[in-house]
Nanobody, 119 residues
Framework: QVQLVESGGGLVQVGGSLRLSCAAS????????MAWFRQAPGKERESVAT????????AYLDSVKGRFTISRDNAKKTVYLQMNSLKPEDTGVYYC????????????WGQGTQVTVSA
């Protein structure tokens, strides 16, 4: 089992920055592929960024490329999402997710943290 706990959400003005953190426990963190998802009101959950176990392979939703950066610290068992130049459309609940294989769905989820970007 893997437990994930997010933190760092909040209210920020357009153009501002936030850094989300996700602390993991329960399984060897370095063996997990990690990701950040988000869900806006009335919309489906979407993948924002993913990162491989080593941190060497990352992928981003097109709308956040150049503004968001996913990273991980395997020694601290933590994954981060640095969000810059935030826009109102970035508003939503952000979830940390993990999976144990390179293929298939993410099977471990955090409780989510709210990010609100005000105009």
């Amino acid at each position: 089992q893997v437990q994930l706990v997010e933190s760092g959400g909040g209210l920020v003005q357009v153009g501002g920055s936030l850094r989300l953190s996700c602390a993991a426990s329960g399984r060897t963190f370095s063996s997990l592929r990690m990701a950040w998802f988000r869900q806006a009101p009335g919309k489906e959950r979407e993948s924002v960024a993913t990162i491989s176990w080593s941190g060497g392979d990352t992928a981003y939703l097109d709308s956040v490329k150049g503004r968001f950066t996913i990273s991980r610290d395997n020694a601290k068992k933590t994954v981060y999402l640095q969000m810059n130049s935030l826009k109102p459309e970035d508003t939503g609940v952000y979830y940390c997710a993990a999976k144990t294989s390179a293929i298939g769905n993410f099977n471990y989820w955090g409780q989510g943290t709210q990010v609100t970007v005000s105009a």
